[in-house]
């Protein structure tokens, strides 16, 4: 793959966002960008720099965090199985990878209420429900799991359920936006 058909790696993300000295988090920002295209069907793809870049803009964060939106948005809109979620490797502790989810969920939310598109009108009662699910799940206080077997598959549990969550909200909404657009039309003959 080429550098631009891939996701940036959490650690490039990290240091992208460290340099422009924004007080987000790689897997927030990344929840942000999924809460934006959500709420917008794709439609806006430069609210994410206000909300997620520091004060110390730069070409490369801008370019990166550009790159991570639109394999974002492509991936989401294709519903593909490669939309994947940003976060730390397998490799990193268990505390921090699902700290990290909890952020992406918070970030996911902050997304869908920044983007100032009524959702309301939109909102199915699964998506109700799941966006009650990610409101829990960004809540919870990770600090005491352990690296056991149990904990990690239900780390890996949770953040498949999160991952299939964010596709199946994004294209409940861009249905609701497409069947509201059908009434519009009808009523205007």
């Known amino acids: 793959m080429s550098q631009m058909t891939e996701y940036p790696s959490f650690a490039e993300l990290t240091d992208a966002l460290q340099k ?3 007080p987000l988090h790689a897997p927030e920002v ?3 960008i999924c809460g ?3 709420a917008t069907s794709g439609k806006i793809d430069t609210l994410w720099e206000k909300l997620v870049v520091g004060p110390k803009k730069n070409k490369y964060t801008l370019e990166l965090l550009q790159r991570l939106y639109t394999l974002t948005y492509k991936e989401m809109s294709e519903f593909s199985f ?3 979620l940003l976060l730390p ?5 268990i505390n921090v990878r699902a700290e990290s989810l909890g952020l992406l969920c918070q970030g996911f939310l902050t997304g869908l209420q920044q983007a100032k598109t009524s959702i309301a ?3 199915t009662p699964e998506v109700s429900d799941a966006l009650n ?5 960004a809540q919870v206080k990770y600090d005491d799991l352990t690296s056991t077997e149990e904990d990690e598959t239900a780390y890996f549990e949770l953040a498949e359920y999160v991952r299939l969550v964010i596709l199946m909200i994004y294209h409940d909404l861009k249905t609701g936006d497409q069947e509201s657009l059908l ?3 009808s009523s205007l003959h």
Do not use: K, M, Q, Y
């Open 133 to 137: 699910d990610l409101t829990e799940i």
């Open 89 to 93: 490797d397998d490799t990193a502790d």
């Open 30 to 32: 990344h929840g942000i």
């Open 121 to 123: 009108n939109r909102i």
């Open 36 to 38: 934006i295209i959500c």
């Open 20 to 22: 422009t000295e924004s």
């Open 82 to 84: 490669e939309f994947v």
């Open 183 to 185: 009434d519009d039309d």
